[in-house]
Structure formats: C-alpha cells, structure tokens
T-cell receptor, first 115, second 114 residues
C-alpha cells in the first residue's frame, strides 16, 4: 500500500522556468512533510520541509505548498537552473504507534533543467 | 557535520552468498534505517532500529536481516543473495523520533548479484 503518491515521474523544464512536483498522501496521522533532493552518485539530502499547521514555506527559490484538506503538498522551484537537475522525493513522517519517526517516500521525480 | 558512511560503493556477489552491508554514523544518532532504491519505485524501507539490539521490519524485510550491536553501526544482511536483490542500498540515521530532525543518508552501496 503506497502511502504517498508522487507525480510526475519525470519533468523537463527550461532554464528560468518553474518546476512543480506534486504529492498526495492517504493517512492523516502524518506530522511532517519533507522534500529530499538526490544527485547522481549521492544519497538523498533534505531540501525543505513543512509541518501541517502551515500552508506554505519558502526557502530561496524553493517553496512547499500544503493543502491539509486535500491531503496534498507540492514543491515549486522558481527560476529553475541546470544545477537543480536531480531526483526529488517527497515524504511523510508517521506520527503514532510503531510508525513513529519513520518516513514514507514517494517514488521520485527526475527533474532535468535545460540550459 | 553528520556523516553516514557505507563501507562499499560497489559490490558484486554471487547467488546464494551471504552478504553483509555495513553502515556507520558518527553523530551518536539513536535511529538508523536501511532502504533499497530501484528506478521508478523510490526508496523502500527494509528495516530500521531505534536503539542498540532493537530492530523493526519495514515494508520489504523478506530475504534480509539486520544487526545493531553498537549504537553507531547498523548492518544489513542478505542471508542467501538472489538476483532480485540487485539494487542500490541506502543507509540513513536521525537523532530522534520527533522534532524536525532530518534523516541523513549515506551515498549508497550498489549491489549486483550474479
């Protein structure tokens, strides 16, 4: 049972454009929604994260939008650059019981930014 | 800076062998995790541990076991390797179960089973 559904699987954007990646989750017992960025040959690294009591969080060119009622959240990359080309994973974190602390990951989005 | 070190970047083993993947973190983190990463499937949790000698199954534990004898070290064991276990394996650690502490990942071990 996939807890987090991520789309699109791949995304090609021109330099300077906006990249948008979407995620939807099923379980309401999640309390933390991070995005991870992974470059080839490296492990994923935390990019930006949001808690459900906030609808938007911005860090530089990266913004998370969170819609609690729709159980959806998205990553927006403004002014996309070739250096942003990477795989992006959304995730949710379990809040209760045996799931406490573990992350559930989406399947990833391969972003390519054309120069 | 947190460092999670996986002992091998690339590993080639034969079907039926017992395979050990090692992970060490240097920040005294309580929680450690093993994932496998396959194209189009994302990161899938195999096992995790909240404390020494403690382990919990993730979503795909079949064919794997783990060992955590010391806080800083978390080992993944393939009891009898099979070709469908060819994959990228990622280890991660985090200091606590709550808060906003991120999971810190190693750079992975690419394992090929022939």
């Amino acid at each position: 049972q996939q807890q987090v559904k991520q789309s699109p699987q791949s995304l090609i954007v021109q330099k300077g454009g906006i990249s948008i990646i979407n995620c939807a989750y099923e379980n309401t017992a999640f309390d933390y929604f991070p995005w991870y960025q992974q470059f080839p040959g490296k492990g994923p690294a935390l990019l930006i994260a949001i808690r459900p009591d906030v609808s938007e969080k911005k860090e530089g060119r990266f913004t998370i939008s969170f819609n609690k009622s729709a159980k959806q959240f998205s990553l927006h990359i403004m002014d996309s650059q070739p250096g942003d080309s990477a795989t992006y994973f959304c995730a949710t974190r379990g809040q209760r019981g045996s799931t406490l602390g573990r992350l559930y990951f989406g399947r990833g989005t391969q972003l390519t930014v054309w120069p | 800076d947190v460092k999670v070190t996986q002992s091998s970047r690339y590993l080639v083993k034969r079907t039926g062998e017992k395979v050990f993947l090692e992970c060490v973190q240097d920040m005294d983190h309580e929680n450690m995790f093993w994932y496998r990463q396959d194209p189009g499937l994302g990161l899938r949790l195999i096992y995790f541990s909240y404390d020494v000698k403690m382990k919990e199954k993730g979503d795909i534990p079949e064919g794997y076991s783990v060992s955590r004898e010391k806080k800083e070290r978390f080992s993944l064991i393939l009891e009898s390797a099979s070709t469908n276990q060819t994959s990228m394996y990622l280890c991660a650690s985090t200091p606590g179960q709550g808060g906003n502490q991120p999971q810190h990942f190693g750079d992975g071990t690419r394992l090929s089973i022939l």
